[in-house]
Each structure stands twice: as structure tokens, then as C-alpha cells.
């Protein structure tokens, strides 16, 4: 039996967790041209910790956009899911941008200073994408709270 995925992309204009999550696509995105190639610790634990954020946000951003049909039906809470890993990534992109400023902004180097310039806003836009993620957090939580269960309500009778 061919499995049939219906595109729902209204989820993504329409409502502010979809658009707070095109946002953590497109700044996690800018953190890894940013940062890439890693030479230092700092520098690939931040990559580390935005490449694992951004494969997380890419895999819900496409359950929302076609997969929510056919995953429901394991019977997986993926809001409570999806909520764990927001917050965990809220976390672990604090502690990496706060690794990435902390250990390249006091360095001053004629010959490479437009790199170190990429490592620092590497770590100011993965500052605001911890923002992102703390918002989008806190609208996951809020509808997880109304439905604590993640199972569709049921249909009253007619």
C-alpha cells in the first residue's frame, strides 16, 4: 500500500511556532557558514551542538509539513517530543554561543581577523537563535499544556 503524504504548508505562514521555526532553520543555517571549518574545541562544539539543533528543527519542520498523518499513528507524543528537544536545544546552544563569544572575542590577529570576525557573529546569531528557540519552547509548552496527550480530540457525534 503506496503511502500518501498530503503537503500542509499552511502550518508555516500562519502561525507564530511555524514561523519561529523557519527562523531556527535560517539562523542555524548562518551559524554554520559562520563557524565551518572547525580548527579549535569551542568551535566544534558549537558546530556540534547547531548541526544536531538544525537536523532536530529540519525533521519537525517536515513532520508539520507532510508527516504528522502517518507518525501519529505510532502513538508517540510528538508534542511532548518536540517540546524535550526545543528545550534541550535552548540549553545546549546557550552554553555553545556562550563558548564561541567567550573564546573569540578577544582575539586580534592582522592577518586573520575576518576570520575571527565570522567566529564572533557565528555566535551572535547563535545567540539569537537561542532567543528562537526559548520562544519556540515556550509556544510548544503552551500547546502541549491544552493538549497534554498529543492524540487529535475526538469528533462529537453528530
Not at 503511502?3 to 499552511?10: A, D, F, T
Request: proline letters at 6%; hydrophobic letters at 50%.
Amino acid at each position: 500500500m503506496p503511502l500518501m503524504l498530503e503537503l500542509k504548508y499552511e502550518y508555516f505562514p500562519n502561525t507564530w511556532p511555524g514561523r519561529i521555526k523557519l527562523g531556527e532553520l535560517v539562523l542555524g543555517l548562518l551559524c554554520m557558514m559562520c563557524a565551518a571549518p572547525a580548527y579549535y574545541a569551542t568551535q566544534h562544539w558549537f558546530l556540534l551542538v547547531v548541526t544536531f539543533a538544525f537536523i532536530g528543527s529540519l525533521f519537525f519542520s517536515v513532520y508539520y509539513l507532510c508527516l504528522a498523518e502517518p507518525l501519529n499513528k505510532l502513538g508517540v507524543n510528538w508534542v511532548m517530543a518536540e517540546f524535550w528537544f526545543t528545550a534541550g536545544s535552548t540549553f545546549f546552544y546557550f552554553t555553545a554561543f556562550l563558548a564561541q563569544l567567550v573564546d573569540f572575542a578577544g582575539w586580534e590577529d592582522e592577518e586573520f581577523q575576518y576570520w575571527i570576525d565570522a567566529q564572533i557573529t557565528a555566535g551572535v546569531f547563535g545567540l539569537m537563535n537561542t532567543v528562537l528557540y526559548g520562544a519556540g519552547g515556550y509556544l510548544i509548552y503552551v500547546d502541549w499544556q491544552r493538549n497534554p496527550t498529543g492524540l487529535a480530540p475526538t469528533p462529537t457525534p453528530a
